[in-house]
Structures are given as C-alpha cells and as structure tokens.
C-alpha cells in the first residue's frame, strides 16, 4: 500500500474482537491487515486492522450485528513539523533532504529511502538521522524506558545454527534445565522489582513439551498475572495456539536476516519459509509478534538490513530487537569480525522512523560490545531494557556470545537515567540499587 492511497483503522476493545474482526473482514472479501496500534489511539488492543477507506461501508457493515466493540479511525502517519525548517542551510545533501522531507510529511520510506539512511557516513546526516528518531520516540512512545526481565531457562538445544554459543554442536561445559517450581521462583523475584513483564527464553529444548510449557504459563498468570513472552525458537501453529491460550502474550521469534540465502547458511537446520510461516501464524494468534534481527552477519549487506526493516513494517512487528553479531567461542563463527555498533545504531534509528508505535530494544548485544551500548540506543529510538534475571548459578552456561553483558537493575537504571530518560512507576527499586 502506497502513501497516496487513503487507508483507515478499526480499533477494538481487546484481542480477542480484534481477531474476530479481521476474521469476519477476510471471509468478506475485504484486503485487511494487522498493525501496531498508533499510539494516539491509545493501547487498548495493541494490534489494529488497516483497510483502504474505499472499503469502510463494507467493513462496517459486517460488524455491526456482531458484538465486536471497535472505533474507525484515518489512518494517519505522524508528521514531524517543523523538521525541513530546523535544517536549513545545514551540510546535508539534496538526496537526504528529499527523505527528511517525506518523514516531515508522515509519508511511507521506500526501501531506496531506509537505504540512504543507512548508508550515510556524513556526520551531520548521521546526526540528523539519530535526532530525528530520538523525537519521535518522544512524541511517540514517550519518555518512560519499559523494563523486562528474562529467564534463560534451559540451555539444551537441538538446532545448531551458525552463530549461536549453545548450538548443539558446541561442547559446553554445562548444559542446565530449570524445572517449573525453579522458573516460578525466578518469576516471583522479578515480581518483587515491580517488574510486568517476564521472557522465558531457552535454546530448542523438546524436553519441555507442550503441557510442561502450557503449565509454566498457567502457573505464571495464575500466581502473578505477569505479561508473558516465549522465546523458544519454532512450533507448531497448534502449540503456539495452546501457549496463547494457556497465558503467553508475547513471542520472540526472530527472523534474523530477510535474505534467504544467508538465512539459510548461518541455519543449517532452518527453512526460511518455515520462518516466515511460524511469524505469520504468531500474528494471527494474536501474539504481540516479536522479531529482530543480527548487524554483520557473514554475507550481509546493507541493502539485507534494508529489507528486514521493511519486513518489520510490512508484518506488523511489534517488538523488535536488534543486535550487533558477536562471535561465539566454539562455533563455526568463532573467528568472523564482530558487527559495527555504528550500524546497529542507524539500524535502530531507522526501524523507529519506520515502524513508529514498536517496543525496540536497547539490546544485551550491543551492551556487550559496548559499555555505554544501551545508552546509546535509548538516543536513536530504543525504548526498552531487558534485564537478565537467570539465577546465578545457571546465568554463566548461557552464553550466546563471547563477554556477554548479564543486565542487571543497576546498569538499566545506569542507562536510563545517561539518556535522561524516566524509569518506569511500577518499578519497586530501594534506594540502594540506585533511585
Ligand atoms: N532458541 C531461541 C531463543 C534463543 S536465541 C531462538 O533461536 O529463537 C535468542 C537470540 O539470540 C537469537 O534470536 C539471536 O538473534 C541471538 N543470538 C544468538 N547468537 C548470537 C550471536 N552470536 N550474536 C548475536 N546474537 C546472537
Ligand atoms: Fe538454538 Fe536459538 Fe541458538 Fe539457534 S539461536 S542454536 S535455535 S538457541
């Protein structure tokens, strides 16, 4: 969809209408999509259905013997006023003005666009980029810095893939599992931060099967009423519905490059398509989709980071972590160079530009090639710390990558406030671990 064609929103009342909507839209006919809400509309169902306003008599017609409650809205991109004016007479070029201009005039990027910003290597245009996607996470998401806190919970793996420190090929010293009662512990001492929000990540373990994951979550949302992430790698459509069902809300499947070739060199047990079908069944599940993807992947070029960004745009992602490549001792990429944090922050930048109301991640990558990494990224756009609240005694077993920055409140706090950012109320920190 073009900039030029009029579109409009529905916005529902809670997951659910919103699923039931879109269904009912399809079956008529009607070209829907799923999007982040825009934030002006508020956070009631974080995901929206998009149409043409050609098509709202239609649309409205279907609903309204349902008992779907829903507004319409246009569907306005944000416009950044002002923003043409404050580079006048700046050493900027007519190529990247061009683009400014689009961004001032809420207009869609094309990906020659987003590849512009990313190439740049001026340091006016640099800078202007960063500015830009500092003010509209402003405008957009505010200045409070979401804080999570994951559970690495087991570190078995079946897949080997390329770069990853706990493939299965890889000769760990330890390889550990949390049973439920473990996890829950650890759940309940994030609870005690104040914390929301928990991410239960582990490699591709089959030793958690459906019912013993579907009993984490029940027991999780039972006993906290936590939000809940799952970053387990790829399911079945049925066992990501049955995860839905039984409390997770959140998923964390990364597509980690949109060109297929590298895709498929750096997975040697991946299908790219399967990739893609697991993300597009997690959208209609319903699940506040989560992707990303790595900066200096052997192979990848810029125009390969263009895309992913037009990807998370075009699919709707809502949360999207983005880190820098780090070589992981033992593994076939051991030795390839680290990726730039240069370009993992235009990447940022950029990502926040075009998909405007998203969770983005000061990611642990970055933090682990550079100290001052998380900060950093809260400057360009980024919006979101997560913690690493694995117990002690399991946290060193989880390495992805070499020097591997265990997160914990303190360098959050430590981020948030060299951005001056606000952390956020909910948080329940003694004045010890730094408020
Ligand atoms: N098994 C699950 C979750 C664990 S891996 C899955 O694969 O989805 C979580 C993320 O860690 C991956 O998506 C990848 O982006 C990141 N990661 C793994 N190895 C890495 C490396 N060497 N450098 C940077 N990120 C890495
Ligand atoms: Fe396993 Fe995930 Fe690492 Fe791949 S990235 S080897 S699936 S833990």
């Not at 649309?59 to 319409?72: Q, R």
């Not at 991109?77 to 006048?88: D, I, Y």
């Not at 094309?110 to 006016?124: A, Q, R």
């Not at 920055?405 to 004045?431: E, F, W």
Request: aromatic share 6%; proline share 3%; hydrophobic share 35%.
């Amino acid at each position: 969809m073009t900039t030029q064609i009029k579109r409009i929103i529905i916005v529902c009342s809670s997951t659910n209408h919103m699923l039931k909507a879109d269904t009912i839209l399809r079956e008529r006919g009607l070209v829907v999509d799923l999007v982040p809400t825009p934030s002006q509309y508020g956070s009631i169902c974080s995901t929206s259905i998009l149409l043409e306003e050609i098509d709202k008599k239609s649309a409205e017609e279907s609903l309204e013997n349902t008992n779907i409650k829903f507004s319409i809205h246009p569907y306005e991109t944000r416009k950044l006023t002002g923003l043409m004016e404050a580079l006048k007479n700046q050493n900027i070029s007519t190529a990247f003005q061009v683009v400014m201009n689009k961004i001032e005039l809420g207009m869609d990027l094309t990906k020659e666009d987003i590849l512009l910003l990313l190439k740049t290597e001026s340091k006016k245009e640099i800078e202007t980029l960063y500015g830009v996607a500092d003010r509209l996470r402003r405008e957009i998401v505010g200045d409070i810095v979401e804080i999570r806190a994951a559970i690495e919970f087991s570190n078995y793996c079946k897949k080997s893939c390329n770069y990853c420190g706990i493939r299965k090929g890889c000769d760990l010293p330890h390889r550990y599992r949390m049973e439920e009662d473990e996890i829950l512990e650890a759940v309940k001492d994030i609870l005690s931060l104040g914390i929301k929000t928990v991410i239960l990540q582990s490699g591709e373990d089959d030793y958690y099967t459906t019912e013993k994951i579907c009993s984490i979550l029940r027991r999780i949302k039972k006993e906290t009423k936590m939000g809940i992430t799952l970053s387990i790698g790829e399911r079945s459509r049925e066992d990501y519905l049955k995860f839905r069902e039984a409390g997770a809300n959140n998923f964390l499947l990364k597509i980690e490059t949109t060109n297929q070739e590298v895709f498929e060199r750096i997975h040697p047990d991946n299908d790219f398509d399967q990739r893609l079908q697991c993300a597009k069944w997690l959208k209609e599940l319903g699940y506040v989709n989560g992707s990303g993807n790595m900066i200096g992947l052997p192979g990848q070029t810029v125009e390969d980071i263009a895309d992913d960004i037009v990807y998370y745009r075009d699919m709707g992602i809502h949360m999207i972590g983005i880190g820098p490549f780090i070589p992981a001792p033992g593994t076939p990429y051991e030795n390839l160079p680290t990726g730039s944090v240069e370009m993992t922050l235009k990447a940022i930048a950029v990502t926040r530009i075009v998909c405007k109301n998203v969770f983005l991640p000061a990611t642990t990558a970055l933090a682990s090639i550079d100290a001052d990494g998380q900060r950093k990224a809260l400057e360009v756009g980024a919006n979101t710390i997560m913690l690493i609240s694995t117990p002690d005694k399991y946290k060193k077993s989880y390495q992805l990558y070499k020097n591997k920055n265990m997160i914990d409140i303190q360098s959050a706090i430590d981020a948030v406030k060299g951005a001056n950012r606000r952390l956020p109320k909910y948080l329940k920190v003694t004045s010890k671990e730094g408020i």
